[in-house]
């Protein structure tokens, strides 16, 4: 029932964004892409079928291209999209880039640097710094920062040694790996406050990624840039509708309705 609620108000939302002006532009965040029952994963066939759909109906772009984009400092096509992918599963390396080579385009993976698998996410297979040093060589997939162990980082903020670690470290060994220094991050669970963004500036990263979904616009907050998740739960007409402005009337309207129910446990 709560599948069917979801999709009738996205497509109001999308028969409304219909009549309003707005640029496309934005960042999809996917995890696994493999066949698994993970809620985060999308399956190879969906997978597949996404990204033909993004090849012919928008122009895929890499991440330096939004942060320039935000910044006021490049034009991107009203329909442009950038793709990352969280943690850095084996499955990129088999399901994806066979893909990105074969249609020359760009992706983001948000590595953790720890490569053992976890029971959170069903214990799927992580990269190997082979597979990671291979795909980064391309020059199509960029690695970037995700923490070395996904720890909540508003949970380690007064510790500066365990901090040190989750960030600084993974950095270091993507950049002792590849030779290449990660300049943007990805909190892990999308989890952050006022210390947190303050430590990732102070440590010189030029950008940061969130996981609250909505379109990409000149002048956002570069530390809180939004991206849109992309999971087995959606389907392909759902994934269409979730490209365009409907994400942002869809969040604007999750986001009153939980103020409202909020405001009524208060009182």
Not at 172 to 181: H, Q, R, V
Request: glycine fraction near 4%; charge should be positive; hydrophobic fraction near 40%.
């Amino acid at each position: 029932m709560n599948k069917i609620i979801k999709k009738i108000i996205y497509k109001f939302f999308f028969i409304i964004s219909k009549f309003i002006k707005s640029n496309d532009i934005g960042v999809l965040m996917y995890h696994s892409i493999d066949d698994s029952d993970w809620k985060l994963n999308v399956n190879i066939k969906d997978f597949n079928k996404q990204i033909g759909y993004l090849i012919r109906n928008y122009k895929i772009v890499k991440l330096d291209d939004v942060v320039k984009y935000v910044k006021g400092e490049t034009i991107l096509d009203k329909k442009s999209i950038a793709l990352t992918f969280d943690d850095g599963f084996e499955s990129m390396y088999y399901n994806v880039f066979p893909l990105v080579k074969k249609f020359n385009f760009p992706i983001t993976i948000f590595l953790t640097t720890n490569l053992e698998s976890t029971a959170k996410s069903k214990n799927l297979p992580r990269l190997n710094w082979e597979q990671i040093k291979e795909m980064s060589d391309s020059g199509l997939v960029s690695f970037q920062v995700h923490g070395h162990n996904h720890l909540n980082l508003k949970n380690i903020i007064d510790n500066q040694d365990k901090l040190a670690e989750e960030v600084l470290y993974c950095r270091n060994i993507i950049a002792e790996k590849l030779s290449i220094t990660p300049k943007y991050m990805a909190y892990a669970f999308g989890h952050k406050n006022d210390k947190v963004v303050e430590f990732i500036k102070k440590s010189d990263f030029k950008a940061a990624f969130t996981i609250n979904e909505g379109l990409i616009n000149k002048g956002d907050d570069l530390f809180n840039i939004k991206r849109t998740q992309i999971d087995r739960t959606m389907n392909f007409c759902l994934f269409k509708m979730r490209l365009t402005k409907a994400v942002d009337l869809n969040r604007k309207f999750i986001d009153f309705i939980r103020k409202k129910i909020w405001k009524k446990i208060s009182v």
